[in-house]
């Protein structure tokens, strides 16, 4: 860990982040006796397809047309954008967004691990979850105390498998918005 820090020095980094299994002491200990904080207690969520749908939502999948609105939503809602993850998931047709009187107000780069969401409201994450065919891998993060989102999740059959921890050192910006986060952050 100390060779990660000490490479994300040498190149600049402004902080790292990263996600941590919750239940293991060893590395929560090692993780904040080398300066990281923790930001976030999240949830690993599994389930089959919900096949929900939310009124006034919906959801397609992302093209290239989206990707500027995709942009201004994460950086709003986390100060920066992810214009490459975006657009390799619009690429490999992972990438929905979700619509609202006819503009994108939410996206996903896919509901598991290696993908993230990001939408204005709980509303539009419900939408993006409710309409998924799939979760990938081991489930998607929810942050725990987005404590509609969380138990919404578990009202429509979905359960938690694990507890995570999201820790960062350096620059963190707190999300200003709805988001489920991936362990790439």
């Known amino acids: 860990m100390q060779a990660v820090l000490d490479r994300a020095a040498e190149r600049g980094a402004p902080g790292i982040r990263l996600v941590q299994a919750t239940f293991h002491t060893r590395s929560l200990s ?28 919906t959801v397609r999948p992302a093209g290239d047309a989206d990707a500027a609105a995709c942009d201004r939503l994460c950086a709003a809602v986390h100060g920066h954008t992810r214009s490459g993850e975006v657009a390799d998931a619009i690429r490999d ?39 998924a065919e799939r979760f990938d891998g081991p489930g998607f993060l929810v942050p725990a105390r987005n404590a509609a989102l ?28 709805a988001w489920i986060p991936s362990i790439l952050m």
């Open 30 to 57: 090692l993780y904040a006796k080398l300066g990281f904080e923790v930001r976030e207690l999240l949830s690993v969520m599994q389930g089959g397809p919900m096949k929900i749908s939310i009124e006034g939502c």
């Open 150 to 177: 969380f138990r919404w999740c578990l009202e429509n059959g979905l359960r938690v498998v694990q507890p995570c921890t999201l820790m960062t050192i350096g620059l963190y910006s707190e999300p200003a918005g």
């Open 93 to 131: 047709g992972d990438a929905r967004v979700v619509e609202r009187d006819g503009r994108v107000v939410g996206y996903t780069t896919g509901l598991g691990y290696f993908g993230h969401s990001v939408a204005e409201c709980n509303r539009d994450l419900m939408a993006l979850i409710g309409a």
